[in-house]
């Protein structure tokens, strides 16, 4: 003799209810944690966007073409970060860290990007890159470091920028470009990294 199977009147509408209660506690939980990560992510990405829009336009439409630098979002830099990736050949004299006479034009021009948006970034970070160190080579954090200064001191001296706003990094060959040949010159670079923030440097002041 077979069993019957169990019909909706044989359920424990008790059973039934504590299952639903629970399975409705686990979706608000979820959803709560999902709009809290979304927002926490979102809201820093939106905050910060408007003003890097107006930045990268305003540098695409004051330094040419040829000279321009690009911006790089391809780093795992936190929200409210730009980017700007200047060739070493577009600012220095070949082999040495002076700058070059159509270098300093482009950072003037930088410089007056940077001041006329003093109200929506907070700080900048000047870092120096080389060629990839490769195995039995050293890395060249000197010739980094002295790049990333010679810029540093020009955004000070002739850019009106206030030194208190920058800093300078050495990274020698230890950040590569992504998808690039380690003998690729480009890797030869200044990256300018802007920090967005609610308290801007015009705000901000002196530390």
């Known amino acids: ?16 209810l504590t299952d639903t209660a629970l399975n409705f506690i686990l979706l608000m ?7 809290t990560a979304v927002g926490r992510v979102s809201w820093e990405d939106v905050r910060y966007k408007e003003a890097q829009k107006v930045f990268q336009q305003a540098v695409e439409r004051m330094i040419p073409a040829r000279q321009q630098p690009r911006a790089n979002g391809g780093k795992n830099d936190p ?4 980017r700007w990736v200047f ?11 002076t700058l070059s006479r159509t270098g300093r034009v482009t950072l003037n021009q930088f410089a007056k990007v940077l001041r006329t948006n003093k109200n929506t970034w907070r700080r900048i970070r000047v870092e120096g890159h080389t060629l990839p160190t490769q195995n039995r080579s050293g890395d060249r954090w000197e010739e980094a470091t002295d790049r ?3 810029v ?6 002739r850019g009106d920028i206030a030194p208190y706003y920058i800093a300078t990094s050495g990274r020698g060959g230890q950040s590569p470009l992504p998808d690039t040949a380690l003998t690729d010159p ?10 967005y923030a609610k308290q801007s440097a015009s705000d901000a002041g002196a530390p």
Do not use: C, K, W
Request: aromatic content about 8%; cysteine-free; charged content about 20%.
């Open 1 to 16: 003799m077979s069993r019957r199977r169990p019909t909706p009147d044989d359920l424990n509408p008790y059973v039934a």
């Open 29 to 35: 939980v979820f959803f709560v944690a999902a709009l």
């Open 79 to 82: 929200p409210g970060t730009q």
């Open 87 to 97: 060739r070493n050949s577009a600012l220095f004299e070949p082999g040495r860290a």
């Open 148 to 150: 990333a200064a010679a």
């Open 152 to 157: 540093a001191r020009y955004l000070v001296s």
């Open 186 to 195: 480009a890797h030869a670079r200044i990256e300018i990294v802007l920090e």
